[in-house]
């Protein structure tokens, strides 16, 4: 059968726009099919150090830089009821640099998926697929646009179509996360607190007792302000999104100092059970990216790096795939390895940071053996790349120091996990 198209990537996000570039830089026919007209809003606005390099491969680095994003050089993290707070700062010598950007995804999405047409992508927008049908020699797509429905032939499909997991809703599974089905309510703001010189662009997390805001200031005085809530604290509460996040400000006593005076200049936005994994993420003629492999709770803001390191990941595959005429998902295990490798690190972070016990020992950070330098390795994405022995042992020393913590509390009857809630 005829081809209209060597890879079909269903969604223009930071995952599929960055598939797309890399796989049109390297001679195959693109075609990215995404359903909502660019720019969208979308939540999601802060990058890791180890994005720079993925955006200076993709040759729009450049580009990003002459938007006008905010800096970023550090995250800052305050705990209410510990009373504690801490700034892991972005270090210099690293195979990145030592800062970042809070972006508006809007702007940022926009610039990644022009960049992917003008290296050779082709996009149709808005259109949906609206079914797929594999066979030994492909996939054949039904799309739906303006002008009506046809049918588009490709030889690879890649599932960009973030949270949305299109394969797995279809001919996959979907399995959540234990003990990370939290709920998310989030708006912008003006007015909001700012902090002077390179601090203005840190990311701030706000823990106190129902859950965790986080605090994005992005150019334009805009601030990007959610509220993650554990699924008890909703259960428990009546009312509309709106009344449920003014109320968790007001329990939250540093989120409420920094909008005081701050105006709302989004509707208020919501998102449930957000963390997900998916299965499988290879098989015969397609790999996902993104948030189509999994969504882990954003407190550590890895989604877009692990959209873009996914979709370079995966370009690199289907390249290969092309170069030899195997298509089979034996050919991807090593993809689905390598990525699953990657995030553990970040997954693992995640679910102790809802550890009363890990935070007593993430919140009063020491470099003794190097540990603060491993924890902001992995948090700027280094995961990705081969750790050194060093921060691998360092990072072990990490943890053995919180089980014993999580011992010692336990013998004293103050053991306490927040995953239960």
């Not at 797509?141 to 949305?164: I, N, Q, Y």
Request: hydrophobic share 40%.
């Amino acid at each position: 059968m005829t081809h209209d198209t060597d890879v079909l990537i269903v969604g223009g996000g930071p995952g599929g726009s960055t598939t797309a570039t890399f796989l049109a830089r390297g001679g195959l026919d693109v075609t990215v099919v995404e359903r909502e007209v660019f720019p969208r809003f979308k939540v999601g606005e802060s990058l890791v150090p180890n994005c720079m390099p993925i955006l200076t491969r993709l040759g729009v680095l450049d580009k990003i830089k002459a938007h006008g994003f905010l800096d970023k050089f550090g995250v800052t993290f305050h705990d209410q009821e510990l009373e504690r707070e801490a700034t892991f700062t972005f270090r210099e010598g690293r195979p990145w640099p030592h800062f970042t950007f809070d972006v508006h995804r809007a702007e940022f999405d926009q610039v990644l998926l022009d960049h992917a047409v003008s290296e050779g992508a082709r996009v149709l927008q808005p259109a949906t697929v609206e079914k797929l049908v594999f066979d030994a020699d492909g996939v054949t797509a039904r799309l739906s646009d303006g002008d009506g429905e046809r049918t588009l032939r490709a030889r690879f499909l890649v599932d960009a179509s973030g949270r949305d997991a299109f394969l797995a809703s279809r001919q996959g599974r979907r399995e959540p996360m234990p003990g990370l089905g939290k709920v998310a309510i989030f708006a912008y703001f003006q007015g909001a607190k700012r902090w002077p010189g390179r601090e203005e662009g840190n990311v701030r997390i706000y823990i106190y007792p129902e859950g965790w805001f986080w605090y994005i200031p992005l150019a334009r005085d805009e601030t990007s302000v959610g509220c993650v809530l554990h699924a008890r604290t909703v259960r428990e509460r009546e009312g509309s999104p709106e009344d449920l996040f003014r109320a968790m400000v007001e329990r939250c006593d540093r989120v409420r100092e920094n909008l005081e005076g701050a105006r709302q200049v989004t509707p208020m936005y919501t998102a449930a059970n957000f963390s997900y994994a998916v299965e499988p993420i290879a098989g015969d003629r397609f790999l996902c990216v993104g948030d189509a492999v999994a969504f882990v709770d954003p407190i550590f803001s890895a989604g877009v790096f692990l959209a873009m390191a996914s979709g370079e990941m995966a370009a690199e595959e289907i390249l290969g795939a092309f170069r030899t005429n195997r298509f089979a998902a034996g050919r991807f295990a090593g993809y689905a390895r390598r990525l699953k490798r990657g995030m553990r690190p970040f997954t693992r972070f995640i679910t102790q940071f809802y550890d009363r016990q890990f935070l007593e020992i993430f919140m009063n950070p020491r470099d003794t053996f190097g540990l603060v330098d491993t924890v902001t390795f992995i948090l700027a994405g280094g995961a990705f790349r081969r750790i050194p022995l060093k921060k691998r042992l360092s990072l072990e020393l990490f943890f053995a120091i919180v089980r014993i913590n999580r011992r010692i509390r336990r013998r004293q009857g103050r053991a306490e996990s927040r995953l239960e809630y």
